[in-house]
């Protein structure tokens, strides 16, 4: 079965510190990984994407990182801002183009 | 381009009624999606649209679901008749495959509440 699991569920941190949001996927048979951002009551905005051949993805202050052997990625984000208040999605593309979403992790960037 | 479009933004209905919502993918994109969030499920894909043939619809709960795309630019999802385990936020999103990055582009979604 092919699942996402990503913890923690929710992080609460001080403005600056840099943090690591972390995904797990139990088939390591990806096509891509993707690591969205929902604000309360809107989309979801597309923040990185790995391909399965790569190893990490970098933008701005977000660094994505993804090991497929140990089925596991992780978004890095370096001196937090609370502009960076969000919930954070991780989803695994699979080649069938099934797309599976983990819960999300709920961070809050307190001033 | 304005992204993917989705309409209504919120629609409040009562048990029974017929619901359709609205999709406008962006331009050029040759995949369309329809997902639907919940805070017990989370996100699940309901089904898939290539060139706008659905590919496929093992996500839809039941018959009372069906969606269609009759051109490239314009796609619904149709719940006839609704029942408040239908209430949810609804998402329609698009990509290109002749997109390097095979980025997904969302809508801002359809909150649907059912009473």
């Known amino acids: 079965k092919q699942e996402v699991t990503q913890i923690p569920a929710a992080l609460s941190v001080p403005e600056g510190e840099n943090l690591v949001l972390n995904c797990s996927f139990t088939d390591s048979a990806i096509y891509n990984l993707q690591w969205f951002r929902q604000d309360p009551g809107k989309g979801l905005t597309s923040l990185l994407l790995?391909?399965?051949?790569?190893r990490e993805q970098t933008s701005g202050r977000l660094n994505a990182s993804l090991d497929k052997s140990s089925g596991r990625s992780t978004l890095y984000i370096a001196a937090s801002q609370p502009g960076d208040s969000a919930t954070y999605l991780c989803?695994?593309?699979?080649?069938?183009?099934?797309?599976?979403f983990g819960a999300g992790t709920r961070l809050t960037v307190k001033p | 381009d304005a992204g993917v479009i989705q309409s209504p933004r919120h629609e409040v209905t009562e048990m029974g009624q017929e619901v359709t919502l609205r999709c406008k993918p962006i331009s050029g994109h040759d995949y369309l999606f329809w997902y639907r969030q919940t805070m017990m499920r989370g996100l699940e894909l309901l089904i898939y649209f290539n060139n706008n043939v659905p590919i496929d619809d093992s996500g839809m709960p039941e018959d009372r679901f069906s969606a269609k795309m009759p051109n490239a630019s314009f796609s619904t999802l149709k719940i006839q008749p609704s029942e408040p385990r239908d209430s949810a936020v609804y998402f329609c999103a698009s990509r290109s495959r002749y997109s390097g990055a095979n980025v997904l582009t969302f809508g801002a979604g359809s909150r649907l509440t059912v009473l």
């Open positions: 790995i391909q399965s051949s790569q």
């Open positions: 989803a695994v593309m699979y080649n069938n183009n099934d797309m599976r």
